[in-house]
């Protein structure tokens, strides 16, 4: 008695497991492109999420910069160290627009609330940026997960 090797139409062996390919070659090869698409849009989606972690992270350095200076103005720390006047001056320059949005009686005080409102703008701008990145890396996971549904 000979058995036969060819999987039944069923999808079914002869021992009731599930048959491991299909015998028609264009699906399989259906299957490895939508994979392999799925792995891109996957791997977009993960480098969008690393950019904008990258974009959270500058943001939050630029506001400890902005955060540093501010303390060492308002703790009146010497100007001549060269540490101190290092990080003054890069706090300074970056927060060169929002020098002079108040203008207060006390030096100390006026830096301050300036360098603050420069320092929360960096932030809150940071995450505006870094959550438009990850939205936009993940449109196509989005896109493909209601197309194949």
């Not at 497991?17 to 264009?26: K, L, T, W």
């Not at 698409?37 to 506001?63: C, F, G, H, I, Y």
């Not at 501010?70 to 060169?96: E, F, M, Q, T, Y």
């Given at each position: 008695m000979a ?115 420069g ?19 993940s449109?196509?996971?989005?896109r493909r ?5």
């Amino acid at each position: 008695m000979a058995t036969s090797r060819a999987a039944p139409a069923s999808g079914v062996d002869q021992e009731d497991r599930p048959a491991r390919m299909s015998r028609d070659p264009a699906r399989r090869g259906a299957g490895r492109a939508r994979s392999g698409e799925r792995s891109r849009v996957a791997s977009l989606a993960v480098a969008a999420n690393s950019l904008a972690r990258l974009v959270r992270l500058v943001a939050w350095t630029v506001a400890a910069i902005i955060v540093a200076g501010i303390l060492l103005v308002v703790l009146k720390a010497n100007p001549n160290n060269g540490i101190v006047s290092a990080i003054h001056d890069l706090a300074r320059d970056l927060v060169g627009p929002f020098t002079g949005m108040f203008q207060l009686q006390d030096h100390r005080v006026e830096v301050a609330v300036n360098w603050g409102i420069g320092a929360v703008v960096y932030v809150l701008a940071g995450a505006l940026v870094a959550r438009s990145i990850t939205v936009i890396g993940s449109l196509g996971l989005r896109r493909r997960g209601a197309a194949s549904a």
